[in-house]
């Protein structure tokens, strides 16, 4: 993990290479690898909440490809014409508009430290290319963190919530209502559903995801990268245990 000093932060996976006697106490920069990790599951099953936790917890760069192309289509620049009409329907934009806009990011110098994905991969291809760019330059992925919830639940989180139209703040008319309807608490900005978010929407994204997502749980399990949490427990449940499993995956390493 990278600190603006250009030392690395403490985190998963440290690898002694020298005498572990002349240790300083915290553990030198040199002998820490990277947290790299990504967030798979259905939408509405929390990975954005668990997300926000994860890159404080370990100061770790964030992308998520929801939010990236959001800020495209909202920008209208090229990327967002061309995954505009896609995300409407709730359909996945091509893999390899999708891969580009990763790549990039997670070969920048921001993330070469670590990095935190939310929303990609969503295919087995763009696992794939994600796999192969990593080992290309000697990287590796510490885990695959699959945050599910079942289809009913995620209907309705997702039917409920509600955008403010100024920052994305989130809120949802049953579990977490705005004081004042269709208004948001932090800006004053009104209240929007999301495009994707309408009911009819939320019931063919969830299809794509049982089509094109799953086999790609299956090829993580199949690396031995996956690690299972229950996205319908409440967020500081899930938090915990992540929290829980990534020091297991330290100790391990
Ligand atoms: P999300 O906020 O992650 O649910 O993403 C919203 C929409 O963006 C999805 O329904 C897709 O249309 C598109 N999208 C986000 N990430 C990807 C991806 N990795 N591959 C293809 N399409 C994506």
Known sequence: MALPNGQVAPGIGQLPTANPSVLPAIASPLLMSELNLILVGPPGAGKGTQADRLRKDH????????DILRAAVKEGSPLGKEAGDYMKRGDLVPDEVMCEVIMER???????????????????????????RLDARGRDLTAALLIDAPDEEVIKRLSGRRVCAENQHTYHLLFNPPKREGVCDR??????????DR??????????????TKPLIEWYESKGLLR?????RAPDEVHQRISAALAELEEAA
């Not at 009911?199 to 094109?212: I, M």
Request: proline share 5%; aromatic share 10%; charged share 30%.
């Open 187 to 196: 800006d004053g900005s009104p209240l929007l559903q999301r495009d994707d």
């Open 59 to 66: 100061d770790l760069p964030y992308y998520s490809t929801g």
């Open 106 to 132: 997670v070969d920048g110098e921001e993330a070469a430290g670590g990095f935190l994905l939310d929303g990609f991969p969503r295919t087995v291809r763009q696992a794939e290319v994600l796999s192969d």
């Open 228 to 232: 299972h949490f229950d996205g319908s």
């Open 199 to 212: 009911e009819e929407t939320v019931a063919y994204r969830l299809r794509v995801f049982h089509d094109q």
